[in-house]
């Protein structure tokens, strides 16, 4: 008896549930502030991250071009839970879409344009080129924002210790004043005392 192998394809479906919640989780992660407030160790906020979210979301929703019954992931089973963003898979749903229309099943994968592996691929090079990737460009623009932020705040502290050694040398030539013109008071008073002897 031949017959399609469900199993098998909800074993492999279910590898990329597992890869695409742990993608979400680590992003849920990351952008979590702590108890304290404190933002600055986190990716609260991130439009990269935000991004990246958005697209991996999309690639669970495209249907694939040529196809009728099963056309999206959603076809074949996969459920988003609300609350986190993460997967499951519906059984039944995929082993109904298996005996629907198994060639879908595998096209929806398969398709060299607009299927999961396609997109899979793009997304990835999208974020992660080493040349011009979201990922690379946030980052260096965020290396060149600290890199300016360093220069500031040098040039900040060049111009504060240019202040206090002004402020210094104008102390130290007031405190000189200072001191003649007492030393002048006195000897006027001396005079002043001789003279009215």
Sequence with gaps: TMDYDTSATASNLQKFVDAYNDIVTTIAKDQTVGSDGNRDSTLAGDSTMRSLLTSLQSVLTTQVS???SVRTMADLGLKTNYQDGTL????????????TDASAVNTIFSNT???VSAQAFDLQQKFTDVIDG????RTNGLNSTIKQMDTDA???QTR??????NLITQFTAMEQLVGDLKSAGNF???QSAQSGK
């Design 66 to 68: 040529g196809l009728s």
């Design 88 to 99: 499951s898979i519906d059984s039944t749903r995929l082993s109904n879409a298996i005996q």
């Design 113 to 115: 344009v607009s299927g």
């Design 134 to 137: 979201i990922f690379t460009t």
């Design 154 to 156: 040098e040039n900040m």
């Design 160 to 165: 504060l210790d240019a202040y206090k050694n």
């Design 188 to 190: 006027l008073t001396q």
